[in-house]
């Protein structure tokens, strides 16, 4: 099997190169044709390359990046990571942790010191542990005007939603049902998304995390949090 390095999201490579949950699903969302920020994973392959090459170099068990244009050169030379335009917001996709570079430090990846700084600050948050992955999740940024959560389930009726300090109850849409015109557009958005969500996943508890832009309800996380009926 090819060695690979990283997983374009919408590849369908994340799962079968060992990616936790968190980023497969994404990986999948995106192949399905769902409202998914364009970006990728880069895997623990890149990681290890990375140690091996001596631009990731151990200090007192730390992951250190002694020269941010080397690693630079490893992840768009020798590997080809794809350039992404906007800046970026990377996340962990390692078990235990659910730190991240934060939307308001969004990492410009035409910077190699800020490149390096995001990778190097992540990594050093895994656990030092010879079996855990060092996966990061690489997304292009968009503007955010609403943000929350939901849970959605197949064949409730609603849909929990959280979003701006309060809950509600949104209707699920069914077939080709359409929104309520009285609803915000956001939430007539996220009805769509979620309706996408449940025939793209099926039965289960999804739990859901997503962005409004003002135009797009975006998917950021997925986990399913339930024994599938």
């Not at 109850?169 to 557009?185: E, I, K, N, V």
């Amino acid at each position: 099997m090819a060695l690979y390095h990283f997983a374009w999201l919408g590849s369908k490579r994340a799962k079968k190169n060992g990616v936790t949950e968190k980023g497969w699903r994404l990986d999948l969302a995106a192949r399905a044709g769902l409202p998914v920020p364009n970006g990728g994973i880069l895997l623990d392959n890149f990681y290890w390359l990375a140690v091996h090459e001596e631009v990731v170099q151990m200090v007192d068990g730390r992951p250190i990046i002694p020269a941010p244009p080397a690693l630079y050169d490893l992840l768009y030379t020798a590997v080809r990571f794809p350039q992404l335009d906007k800046p970026c917001l990377i996340r962990p996709l390692f078990t235990g942790v659910d730190t991240a570079v934060s939307p308001q430090f969004a990492v410009p990846m035409a910077d190699p010191a800020a490149v390096a700084a995001a990778l190097g600050q992540l990594w050093q948050a895994a656990p030092p542990d010879e079996t855990t992955r060092h996966d990061l999740l690489v997304q292009e940024m968009v503007a955010i005007e609403v943000e929350g959560t939901a849970v959605t389930i197949s064949g409730h009726p609603t849909d929990a939603v959280a979003y701006l300090d309060k809950t509600i109850d949104l209707p699920q849409l069914t077939g080709w049902q359409r929104p309520a015109p009285a609803l915000p557009g956001h939430l007539r958005r996220l009805q769509q998304l979620l309706r996408g969500v449940r025939r793209t996943f099926g039965s289960g508890m999804w739990q859901v995390q997503w962005m409004d832009d003002g135009r797009v309800c975006w998917l950021l996380h997925i986990l399913n949090n339930s024994t599938p009926a």
